[in-house]
């Protein structure tokens, strides 16, 4: 069970800058921060600590509610459930979720920028190259794309592949599957569309792009 945040963490999130998430404490507070899956240490000197997309969330739901109690941090917050498709149960869409999913895309261009050894936000960073699906699933989110709902075959499912980073994107609409084509390519992606041998099904194989 995931233990609240304390009222010196709260503290800590809620003074991190506006615009970098760039986070100012104690070794022990921040590396406790680090551990929840809220901040990050930058690769490079100083090594100054960051919010992560998840820490971001949390800020924007502490700033919303002024009350004085810890907040409880869901299990799930070092990763954003992006919608992969095809799941048994999903969050109900909505302004509430666009307002997440977006938010959760800004946070990780900044994550981008700052992990990223030259600060380019146009390309995949070791978060996303570590969480394909998530990752790849999150871009195709935020942009407005549709996932397949439990037992339906319209909407895009983002999948693994034996292939070392690498997922595979199904969308039954062709026209839909080449506009998560280029989706992903404008996120940073290298993708190609390919047809399953036995099915005939066309289905894109994407990659995050290194340079």
């Known amino acids: 069970m995931?233990?609240?945040l304390t009222a010196a963490q709260r503290r800590l999130i809620d003074a991190a800058d506006p615009d970098t998430g760039r986070l100012r404490g104690t070794p022990a507070q921040l590396a406790a921060l680090v551990k929840r899956g809220l901040a990050f240490r930058h690769p490079r000197p100083p090594h100054d600590h960051f919010l992560t997309p998840a820490g971001h969330r949390v800020r924007e739901e502490t700033q919303e509610d002024a009350a004085s109690e810890p907040v409880n941090?869901?299990?799930?917050?070092?990763?954003?459930?992006?919608?992969?498709?095809?799941e048994p149960s999903a969050p109900a869409s909505g302004p509430a979720r666009l307002r997440e999913v977006r938010g959760a895309w800004q946070g990780m261009l900044e994550l981008r920028r700052m992990?990223?050894?030259?600060?380019?936000?146009?390309?995949?960073?070791?978060?996303?190259?570590?969480?394909l699906v998530q990752a790849a699933a999150l871009a195709l989110e935020a942009a407005g794309h549709t996932p397949?709902?439990?037992?339906t075959e319209g909407g895009?499912?983002?999948?693994?592949?034996?292939?070392?980073?690498?997922?595979?994107?199904?969308?039954?609409?062709?026209?839909?599957?080449?506009a998560c084509a280029a989706t992903l390519e404008g996120a940073?992606?290298?993708v190609g569309e390919y047809t399953e041998p036995r099915t005939r099904a066309r289905y894109l194989l994407a990659s995050p792009r290194r340079v």
């Open 2 to 4: 995931t233990r609240p």
């Open 148 to 151: 397949a709902g439990p037992g």
């Open 115 to 131: 992990s990223n050894p030259d600060g380019a936000t146009d390309r995949p960073c070791g978060w996303e190259r570590a969480h």
């Open 156 to 178: 895009y499912r983002v999948r693994e592949t034996p292939q070392p980073e690498a997922v595979a994107v199904y969308e039954p609409d062709g026209e839909a599957l080449r």
């Open 188 to 190: 940073g992606w290298q």
């Open 73 to 86: 941090v869901p299990a799930s917050a070092g990763v954003f459930a992006a919608r992969v498709g095809g």
